[in-house]
Structures are given as structure tokens and as C-alpha cells.
């Protein structure tokens, strides 16, 4: 949070300099459903058309790609060699085709300076590199965490983190979601020195998230108004550990008979998590919908919100709850911290706590007026999260950036 307020207060302090017409690309490896994948389609609709023209250059195959297809005034190309796997042929014709796309964008531009924007890991290697070889003025990569981690075989790790080495000197600044991701990219050595960084969170609307929905979507599975139902929306991956919630949920069970629990969300994990919920006896309490984009309905449905990542950057569901005044019972990884406070908006674990996470959600579970105010609090931190205040930063930074260079 520190940081945050620091990179808000350099803004607010540097002198008055005259909006600058500039081309802003975003580019992100494919448009699924997710974090980072909505607060870049966020970002594209709401930038000042004034100041800014607007492009985005995304992978296939995303549940976002329709969605990205109609965003007002914006410039949206797929570019079918931006593929999430990593194959080094490849991974060359992206790089040309990538080159290609945002030499043409710069001759359009007639004159006008043009940023590039990265997002996701993919995009972020190939994407900034791209921008190079275009000339782009100002190139800019967001960190919404990191593509390693510490499950990763060592050799895996440090390739990831060899090729953000490598493309760091030609990046101009990083927007990190979180002050935790921040300071990781820095103790690895993955900004250059003195690199310029605006911690930027994924912002947030709250007119959005107003309670609606919520009783039609209890009817819709069978569970009562007044029924406990813990909920969870993440996809269905290692980093969201599903199956903790699942074990999580089996703890409680015999503890609150009439608990129910929710998952939205898809992946590579659905079959286990089917069978640990089948190997649990929880086939009618625990309910798994699927993708879903009726995130305000399944919040107002929720009692709790659970979180079982093993990393993160700063989860977009975290503020989405806040939002929805839900409390949150989270682990605490990484910038996580930054949107709960532990006992006062929610609760924070250990990501292998099991018993701590089925002890707290048992309290939350079981007092309403536990959970009222846990999510009033909730609700008044988010003024630091609005996403008024996200675009105001991000584009003052980059204002900041092209006066720069």
C-alpha cells in the first residue's frame, strides 16, 4: 500500500504537462476469462478518446474475444500466432507478425507518438520485443503476477525469469497490480535499475457490483434464502487450488449440515475436483456452474468469498467482493494482503491451512452480523481501488512517460 501511495503522490506532484494525442496498443496472449483479461478490455473502453487512440492485439481462442470485438472506437485485431504455448517456431512468426501489426499501426498514426502496453507473460516477452523492432516510444509491461513460481522444476523458473531479464532494459516502466509483485520483480532483478514503476491495481466500478440477482440464483440451485453458501469464482487451474476449497468444504460439512458451496469457474482441474467433491459425499451441497460472467449475481448469492491461490497478483475477485460488501477468506499470497485485512475485511491463511480456513468460514457461516460488518469494511477500503482513480494514474503516467522520452 505503501507503494501505492507513493507512486500516486510522484503524479500528483510532477509539474502540469499539455495532453499529448498518443496511439496506445494493448497486447495479451489470449482473452479468457480472468483478471488481467478484464481489466485490459477495462482499461481499452475507458481511456480518453480525446487524448488517446486506442488499439488491442490479442491471441484466439479466448471467452473474451466477443466481448473485445465491440469495444467503442478501439482498434481490435487477433493475431492467430499468439498462441499461450511455448514453441519456438512458433513463437518467431508471432514476433514478425507482432512487428508487422504495430509497424502499420505506426504509420496510421501520422506522426502521433505510440505506446505500447504488454499484458500476461506471453505477450509480455514477445509483445515487448515487438515494440522495439516498430520503434514504439514508450514501451510498458504489466506484471498481474508472474509466469513462475516456486512449484515450478528450477530449470522452468529460471528460463521464465532469464527471458524477463533479458527484456527488461528495453521496457520504459512497469505497471505491477500489486506492491508484493513489485518487490519481487525487484529482488529478482527483473526492472533494470532505476526503471520507472506505477503499482496499479485492477480498478473497480461499484455501481456494477450492487446487489441484484443473487435470490434468483439460489432458487436456480435448489438452495434457500436463508441456507449458509460459501462461494468461489476462479478457474480451474493449479494457481487457484480448487481442490483445497473442495477439502476445505468437506472439513465443514459435518460441522454446519446445511452449508452449501459454489464454484464458477472452468479448467484443466474440473475432473478432479469432481471426483474429490463425489469422494467427499458433497455431490448435493457442492455446486459447480461452470464459466460464468454473472459475477455480481453469484456475489450477491455468496455469504463468503474463498480464495485458496498459491499465488497471485492482486486478485480482481478480491475487489469484486469488496465491492458486493462480502468478506473474504483468503490465503495470504502476494498482493492479496493488499485488498483483505485479516480480521477486519476478511481473514488471511496460510494456503495449506486447512483447519484455519474451515474454522473461519465456519464463524463467517454462522454470524450475519459477522458478516455484515466484515463486509462494510470491506466496502469502505475500496475508494483506493476505483477505477477513476486507476485510469487517472495510468494516464498521467502515460502523459509522464512520453514527455520523458
Given at each position: 500500500m505503501?507503494?501505492?501511495l507513493?507512486?500516486?503522490?510522484?503524479?500528483?506532484?510532477?509539474?502540469?504537462?499539455?495532453?499529448?494525442?498518443a496511439?496506445?496498443?494493448?497486447?495479451?496472449?489470449?482473452?479468457?476469462?480472468?483478471?488481467?483479461?478484464?481489466?485490459?478490455?477495462?482499461?481499452c473502453?475507458?481511456l480518453?478518446?480525446?487524448r488517446?487512440?486506442?488499439h488491442?492485439?490479442?491471441?484466439?481462442?479466448?471467452l473474451?474475444?466477443?466481448?473485445?470485438?465491440h469495444?467503442?472506437?478501439?482498434?481490435?485485431?487477433?493475431?492467430?500466432n499468439?498462441l499461450?504455448?511455448?514453441?519456438?517456431?512458433?513463437?518467431?512468426?508471432?514476433?514478425g507478425?507482432?512487428t508487422?501489426?504495430?509497424?502499420a499501426?505506426r504509420?496510421?498514426?501520422?506522426?502521433r507518438?505510440?505506446?505500447?502496453?504488454?499484458?500476461?507473460?506471453?505477450?509480455?516477452?514477445?509483445?515487448?520485443?515487438?515494440?522495439?523492432?516498430?520503434?514504439?516510444?514508450v514501451?510498458?509491461?504489466?506484471?498481474?503476477?508472474?509466469?513462475?513460481n516456486?512449484?515450478?522444476?528450477?530449470?522452468?523458473?529460471?528460463?521464465?525469469q532469464?527471458?524477463?531479464?533479458?527484456?527488461?532494459p528495453?521496457?520504459h516502466?512497469?505497471?505491477?497490480?500489486s506492491?508484493?509483485?513489485?518487490?519481487?520483480?525487484?529482488?529478482?532483478?527483473?526492472?533494470a535499475?532505476?526503471?520507472?514503476?506505477?503499482?496499479l491495481?485492477s480498478?473497480?466500478?461499484?455501481?456494477?457490483?450492487?446487489p441484484r440477482?443473487?435470490?434468483?440464483?439460489?432458487?436456480?440451485l435448489?438452495?434457500?434464502?436463508?441456507?449458509?453458501l460459501?462461494?468461489?469464482?476462479?478457474c480451474?487451474?493449479?494457481?487457484?487450488?480448487?481442490?483445497?476449497?473442495?477439502?476445505?468444504?468437506?472439513?465443514?460439512a459435518?460441522?454446519?449440515?446445511?452449508?452449501?458451496?459454489?464454484?464458477?469457474?472452468?479448467?484443466?482441474?474440473?475432473?478432479?475436483?469432481?471426483?474429490?467433491?463425489?469422494?467427499?459425499?458433497?455431490e448435493?451441497?457442492?455446486?459447480?456452474?461452470?464459466?460464468?460472467?454473472?459475477?455480481?449475481?453469484?456475489?450477491?448469492?455468496?455469504?463468503?468469498?474463498?480464495?485458496?491461490?498459491?499465488?497471485?497478483g492482486?486478485?480482481?475477485?478480491?475487489?469484486?467482493?469488496?465491492?458486493?460488501?462480502?468478506?473474504?477468506?483468503?490465503?495470504?499470497?502476494?498482493?492479496?494482503?493488499?485488498?483483505?485485512?485479516?480480521?477486519?475485511?476478511?481473514?488471511?491463511?496460510?494456503?495449506?491451512?486447512?483447519?484455519?480456513f474451515?474454522?473461519r468460514?465456519?464463524?463467517?457461516?454462522?454470524?450475519?452480523?459477522?458478516?455484515?460488518?466484515?463486509?462494510?469494511?470491506?466496502?469502505?477500503?475500496?475508494?483506493?481501488?476505483r477505477?477513476?482513480l486507476?485510469?487517472?494514474?495510468?494516464?498521467a503516467?502515460?502523459?509522464?512517460?512520453?514527455?520523458?522520452?
Open positions: 505503501d507503494a501505492i507513493e507512486s500516486s503522490r510522484r503524479l500528483d506532484e510532477s509539474p502540469a504537462m499539455s495532453p499529448t494525442m496511439t496506445v496498443v494493448h497486447v495479451i496472449t489470449q482473452l479468457e476469462l480472468g483478471g488481467a483479461q478484464e481489466i485490459t478490455l477495462v482499461t473502453r475507458r480518453d478518446r480525446r488517446f487512440r486506442v488491442l492485439i490479442h491471441g484466439p481462442g479466448g473474451l474475444d466477443d466481448e473485445a470485438s469495444l467503442p472506437e478501439t482498434q481490435v485485431d487477433c493475431d492467430g499468439l499461450r504455448a511455448i514453441h519456438p517456431a512458433s513463437d518467431l512468426r508471432c514476433l507478425s507482432l508487422r501489426r504495430l509497424r499501426i504509420r496510421r498514426s501520422q506522426g507518438p505510440m505506446i505500447v502496453h504488454t499484458h500476461s507473460s506471453k505477450a509480455g516477452i514477445i509483445g515487448r520485443w515487438a515494440a522495439r523492432l516498430a520503434a514504439a516510444d514501451i510498458i509491461h504489466s506484471i498481474h503476477g508472474f509466469g513462475f516456486d512449484r515450478q522444476p528450477s530449470w522452468q523458473r529460471s528460463f521464465f532469464g527471458l524477463e531479464r533479458l527484456t527488461a528495453i521496457t516502466a512497469f505497471c505491477p497490480v506492491a508484493a509483485n513489485l518487490e519481487v520483480a525487484r529482488r529478482l532483478g527483473l526492472l535499475r532505476g526503471q520507472r514503476s506505477l503499482v491495481p480498478g473497480i466500478d461499484p455501481e456494477e457490483y450492487r440477482g443473487g435470490h434468483a440464483l439460489r432458487a436456480e435448489g438452495v434457500g434464502s436463508e441456507t449458509p460459501a462461494g468461489m469464482i476462479a480451474l487451474k493449479p494457481q487457484k487450488a480448487p481442490l483445497t476449497f473442495v477439502r476445505v468444504a468437506a472439513l465443514l459435518p460441522r454446519l449440515p446445511e452449508a452449501h458451496f459454489l464454484i464458477a469457474g472452468d479448467g484443466e482441474l474440473r475432473g478432479d475436483v469432481q471426483r474429490a467433491i463425489a469422494d467427499h459425499g458433497l448435493r451441497r457442492f455446486h459447480l456452474l461452470g464459466w460464468r460472467r454473472d459475477v455480481p449475481s453469484l456475489l450477491d448469492a455468496s455469504d463468503v468469498l474463498v480464495l485458496t491461490s498459491l499465488w497471485e492482486l486478485p480482481r475477485v478480491a475487489l469484486q467482493a469488496m465491492a458486493a460488501a462480502k468478506p473474504i477468506v483468503a490465503s495470504a499470497v502476494d498482493g492479496t494482503p493488499e485488498a483483505v485485512i485479516d480480521g477486519v475485511t476478511g481473514h488471511l491463511l496460510a494456503p495449506d491451512d486447512l483447519s484455519g474451515a474454522e468460514l465456519e464463524r463467517l457461516l454462522r454470524s450475519p452480523e459477522l458478516r455484515r460488518s466484515m463486509g462494510t469494511a470491506a466496502y469502505a477500503r475500496l475508494a483506493d481501488f477505477i477513476e486507476t485510469m487517472q494514474k495510468l494516464e503516467f502515460y502523459e509522464e512517460l512520453l514527455h520523458g522520452h
